[in-house]
């Protein structure tokens, strides 16, 4: 009875072991062939050396996208772009779903209702018609002392960040979050004197790590990995971000060992930032994320 | 004492010298809460920003969509918007190519929805229960949704050649007997080379929702079950099943609208090709609006693909609905 128990739990294991191995061979195959020349690259194919990093290893590859790639550019443009995403995303979101959850706002109910209705339509038939729209809309730029105003968001910044920090779904998070939080803290800091704001900023948010971290990487993937706006709103090379840098690599001859070492380059910092989050992550999902 | 009377300060409102009694709304205001005027203006201040902004960048242009979709706008073009009626339409449904990518569509749902979403409940299962080393394989589960779609073709494309790591590994584990094809270049092998690609990319992030529902049924129902001495099966079957209602429609829902929408894949991979065989509607659509700057028949294409998504997932709705 407990052999038996104990070769179904090592049974699980292998599959468990199994579903890693296949979730991972692609991926730890890209960062080792990043290292290697073309050549070998083809050459360690059809042996384990393919996801073994042996050989003629080197950062040749690395060094070479930088000189094919305005690479530090579109690094630097990804970071920015997605961090004030995510800082406003964060801001915006969560004091729409504080009040919504905790004020005795009249209406809210209807705006609630009409905010969810938005996940409803997926962003690809919005793409186009919104191409349209921010083509059409105004923009204002400080220049020097004077204000000049130009129409067309197209081939700018906040055309990459704007549309995308409301979202209804980080909404919803928060607020699923912020009902667990007990109303009686709010009173007692409204008794203390403190106002809406006040209880906002220093009683729920802290409150709301697990929250904030999901919300935080939920918004920074999308915003890292955006191809298809970008590739439609932005022409000029210095603005781009960089998923769209791959379109370089298909010029004249592919050099694959390059093209490994900037899809490595463009995802590792990606996959560093969700592990030292994971933990939050995946038990604010668990727990306060979707249920029904 | 009688001149003081007129002296007296008259009140600033009428209401303020009535007496609270006489007038029942004012006093029911007042007496609501304090600070509640304060409340609905903080509150809607706070709503505002989110408010705005979904207002701005998605129900406007929904609207405008829907309205473009019937004129013959471009996108930079000197002529002035003109309404066209149906021509967008017409023009859509006498074009061959639209048909293949529906069609084409229909095909990667079909396979992605069941396969995947079984697939991603197995992997919730294996790491529902607390063991040693849980969240490392929580983190390598995850880790293909974490990098993009893009990177994700790209790394594919180039796995998938005649001679790529795909059909060495193929040849390897079937001692050479197997010689892969060229998986992309075949129009019979493109889309499920494409499909395989995907599901390895997703499965993961349905795999946290499907683990979202697990972790929200009771633990007294599996020890209840265990002394009644079910069997592993029974217990998936009476116990975790049901209790993955509602989860079981979010995964349904999130994977076809996920799968209605394939993009990327085909943008970074086949373009569509070869022969069409992977074309898709929004891929067409991207085409000819971005492309082709066409923003109004790329509305059309947009407009009948939003009201695909909300039939399907109505049809959905529908069958999934719960049976008392």
Excluded at chain 1, 53 to 63: K, L, Q, R
Excluded at chain 1, 95 to 101: I, T
Excluded at chain 1, 230 to 258: A, K
Excluded at chain 2, 207 to 212: F, H, K, R, T, Y
Aim: hydrophobic share 50%; with cysteine.
């Amino acid at each position: 009875m407990k052999n038996q128990l104990l070769l179904k739990s090592a049974g699980t294991m292998l599959v468990r072991i199994l579903f890693a191995v296949v979730a991972a061979f692609p991926i730890v195959f890209m960062l080792v062939s990043s290292l290697k020349p073309d050549q070998q690259i083809f050459g360690d194919m059809s042996s384990l050396a393919a996801f073994l990093p042996v050989g003629n290893i080197s950062f040749d590859n690395y060094a070479a996208v930088f000189d094919r790639v305005p690479a530090a550019r579109f690094l630097l443009n990804s970071v920015g772009v997605s961090a004030v995403t995510v800082i406003l995303g964060i801001f915006v979101n969560s004091l729409c779903a504080f009040a919504l959850s905790r004020m005795q706002v009249r209406g809210k109910k209807i705006v609630f209702t009409a905010i969810l209705a938005t996940l409803i339509v997926p962003f690809q038939t919005l793409a186009l018609p919104l191409v349209w729209w921010v083509n059409q809309l105004p923009y204002f730029e400080l220049n020097g002392f004077s204000l000049e105003f130009s129409k067309g968001w197209l081939d700018t910044y906040q055309v990459q960040i704007i549309p995308f920090i409301a979202n209804a779904f980080s909404i919803y998070l928060f607020h699923q979050y912020f009902e667990s939080i007990p109303k009686e803290l709010d009173e007692a800091a409204r008794i203390d004197g403190a106002g809406w704001f006040k209880i906002y900023r220093q009683v729920v948010m802290p409150l709301s790590g697990p929250a904030t971290a999901t919300v935080a990487i939920l918004t920074f993937l999308p915003a890292w990995n955006s191809y298809l706006w970008p590739l439609m709103v932005v022409q000029s090379e210095e603005l781009r971000p960089v998923m769209i840098g791959i379109q370089y690599f298909f010029q004249l001859n592919v050099s694959w060992g390059e093209v490994m070492a900037y899809a490595s380059l463009i995802t590792v910092p990606v996959v560093v930032l969700f592990i030292a989050f994971q933990r939050s992550f995946v038990n604010s999902i668990a727990s306060s994320g979707v249920k029904g | 004492m009688a001149t003081d009377l007129p002296t007296r300060p008259r009140p600033a409102t009428p209401e303020a010298a009535l007496p609270p009694s006489s007038t029942d709304g004012k006093a029911r205001r007042a007496h609501r809460r304090p600070g509640f005027r304060r409340e609905q203006l903080s509150g809607w201040g706070m709503i505002a920003p989110a408010a705005l902004l979904l207002l701005a960048f998605i129900f406007i242009p929904a609207i405008l969509g829907f309205g473009l979709a019937f004129t013959n706008a471009r996108l930079i073009s000197p002529r002035p918007v003109e309404f066209v009626g149906l021509d967008n339409f017409a023009r859509l449904f006498s074009d061959p190519t639209f048909y293949r990518a529906l069609l084409n569509v229909a095909y990667f749902t079909v396979v992605i929805v069941p396969v995947q979403s079984g697939l991603a409940l197995v992997m919730a299962l294996l790491i529902n229960k607390k063991f040693r080393g849980v969240n490392f394989f929580r983190t390598v589960y995850f880790l293909p949704v974490v990098t993009s779609m893009v990177v994700v073709s790209l790394l594919w494309l180039f796995m998938y050649r005649k001679d790529g790591l795909i059909n060495e590994i193929l040849s390897a584990v079937s001692f050479g007997l197997i010689d892969g094809p060229d998986w992309l270049g075949d129009p019979n092998t493109a889309m499920p080379a494409i499909i395989i690609l995907s599901i390895w990319q997703a499965a993961g992030f349905h795999m946290i929702i499907w683990l979202a529902g697990l972790q929200g049924i009771s633990g007294e129902l599996y020890e209840a079950s265990q002394l009644d001495g079910t069997s592993r099966w029974q217990q998936f079957r009476y116990v975790t099943w049901p209790g993955l209602f509602h989860t079981r429609s979010l995964v349904l829902v999130t994977i076809t609208i996920q799968a209605l929408g394939l993009f990327d894949q085909i943008s970074v991979m086949t373009q569509g090709g070869p022969m069409d065989s992977t074309t898709t509607i929004i891929y067409e659509a991207v085409q000819s609006g971005y492309r082709q700057q066409e923003t109004s028949y790329a509305s059309a294409i947009s407009l009948v693909f939003f009201v695909l998504v909300l039939i399907v997932s109505a049809v959905q709705r529908h069958l999934t609905r719960e049976k008392d």
